[in-house]
C-alpha cells in the first residue's frame, strides 16, 4: 500500500508569520506531485503539479519545492493571511493510481 | 467560463436503494476522475476516464460501484444497493489533457448519506 504522509497534521499561525509543511511519498517510480488547497465548502483547488526532481514552483505568497530522491516535497506560505486559512492536500502520482495524503490543516489567526 | 458542476449538491438514500451522481466537466477537458471523501478520512481515487480509451477503474471499492461516460462529456457514478459505509462526499474533477502531470479541476462534490 502506498504512503504518502503530511505532517504535520493541522498547524496554527499567527497572520503575518511564515509556515511550511511536508508531504512525503515513496522515491521509487515517482512521476508526479500535485499540491492542491481546500477550503472549507468549496472545491479542491490546484495549486502546483511538479514532476521534476528540483523543481521550485511559486504562486504569489505560496511556494513548493521537490525531492523524488529522498521522496518529499516542502510547501511554504510566506506572511500568513486569513484567507490562508485550508487544509493542503498532496498527491502523489506513481506506477498506480494518484494517491493523496490526509492533508494539513491550516488556521490563521489574526 | 464555467466550472466543474455535479448534481445532487446533497442526496440522503435509505440503505439498499440505488444512487446516481452526476458531474459535468470543464468543456473540453478530456480526463475526468472520482474520488470520495469518508469521514475521517483522505481523498480517495476511485475512478478515472481517459478519453476514448478503457477507464482506469481500479479504485472502485466494490462491484456495487460503476460509472459511465460518453466521449468527453457527463459522467455518472451509480452506487448499487448503498450501504452506510457508503456515505461520503464524492468528488469529480476534469483536467484538460491525459495523464497525471496535468492539475485537477474539482467540482463541490455530492454529499451522500445513507440512512
Known amino acids: 500500500i502506498l504512503n504518502v504522509e503530511q505532517s504535520p497534521q493541522s498547524l496554527h499561525v499567527q497572520e503575518g508569520d511564515s509556515t511550511n509543511f511536508t508531504c512525503s511519498f515513496p522515491s521509487s517510480n515517482f512521476y508526479a506531485l500535485h499540491w492542491y488547497r481546500w477550503e472549507t465548502a468549496k472545491s479542491p483547488e490546484a495549486l502546483f503539479v511538479m514532476t521534476l526532481n528540483g523543481d521550485e514552483k511559486k504562486k504569489g505568497r505560496i511556494s ?12 511554504y506560505i510566506k506572511g500568513s493571511q486569513p484567507e490562508d486559512s485550508a487544509t493542503y492536500l498532496c498527491a502523489f502520482k506513481g506506477a498506480q493510481k494518484l494517491v493523496f495524503g490526509q492533508g494539513t490543516r491550516l488556521t490563521i489567526n489574526p | 467560463g464555467a466550472g466543474v458542476s455535479q448534481s445532487p449538491s446533497n442526496k440522503v438514500t435509505e440503505k439498499g436503494k440505488d444512487v446516481e451522481l452526476r458531474c459535468d466537466p470543464i468543456s473540453g477537458h478530456t480526463a475526468l476522475y472520482w474520488y470520495r ?41 451509480t452506487i448499487q444497493r448503498t450501504q452506510q459505509e457508503d456515505s461520503a462526499v464524492y468528488l469529480c474533477a476534469s483536467s484538460p489533457f491525459y495523464g497525471h502531470s496535468y492539475e485537477q479541476y474539482f467540482g463541490p462534490g455530492t454529499r451522500l448519506t445513507v440512512t
Open chain 1, 64 to 75: 513548493a519545492t521537490l525531492n523524488t530522491k529522498e521522496g518529499y516535497s516542502y510547501l
Open chain 2, 37 to 77: 471523501q469518508r469521514l475521517g478520512q483522505g481523498l480517495e481515487f476511485l475512478i478515472y476516464f481517459q478519453g476514448n480509451s478503457a477507464p482506469d477503474k481500479s479504485g472502485l471499492p466494490s462491484d456495487r460501484f460503476s460509472a459511465e461516460r460518453t466521449g468527453e462529456s457527463v459522467s455518472t457514478l
